[in-house]
């Protein structure tokens, strides 16, 4: 059973890494002139509206933190009243998996943060 949590764990922080690769990916794409742009260009245009906004994203992703963290926390408590089901192995994973989690949002921020620095520091 707990197999099955730690794998989806892992694939709720590799869907948050995956579209935030897709994000930077669709950000460094080179924009084409206004008049180069032919009909097909348009209809692929549209689907960019289908993807999901970046805030919520975002909210996705302190979502997800704070459900690794709350797991952590309950695995903890469980494990200090001495339920047999929890092993110390699987606190210590559970806490490591939330940490490196929150880490990893907290990089995002500071990125988010810098990049919102670097728009009000330039030049009009």
Same mark, same amino acid.
């Not at 059973?1 to 922080?13: T, Y």
């Not at 995956?18 to 032919?38: G, K, T």
């Not at 097909?40 to 549209?46: G, P």
């Given at each position: 059973?707990?197999?099955?949590?730690? &794998? !989806?764990?892992?694939?709720?922080?590799a869907q948050v890494l995956?579209?935030?690769?897709? $994000?930077?990916?669709?950000?460094?794409?080179?924009?084409?002139?206004?008049?180069?742009?032919?009909p097909?260009? &348009? !209809?692929?245009?549209?689907t960019v509206s289908e993807t999901p906004k970046f805030g919520d994203? $975002?909210?996705n992703a302190v979502n997800s933190v704070n459900a690794e963290q709350m797991k952590s926390s309950s695995m903890a408590k469980a494990y200090e009243q001495g339920d047999p089901s929890v092993s110390l192995t699987q606190v210590m994973i559970q806490s490591q998996k939330s940490s490196v989690a929150f880490e990893a949002l907290t990089q995002v921020r500071n990125k988010v943060v810098k990049?919102?620095?670097d728009v009000m520091n330039m030049p009009v």
């Open positions: 059973m707990s197999g099955v949590s730690s &794998v !989806a764990g892992r694939s709720d922080i995956a579209d935030m690769r897709n $994000l930077r990916a669709q950000i460094q794409r080179p924009e084409l002139p206004a008049n180069e742009l032919a097909a260009k &348009v !209809a692929e245009t549209k994203l $975002l909210t990049a919102y620095e």
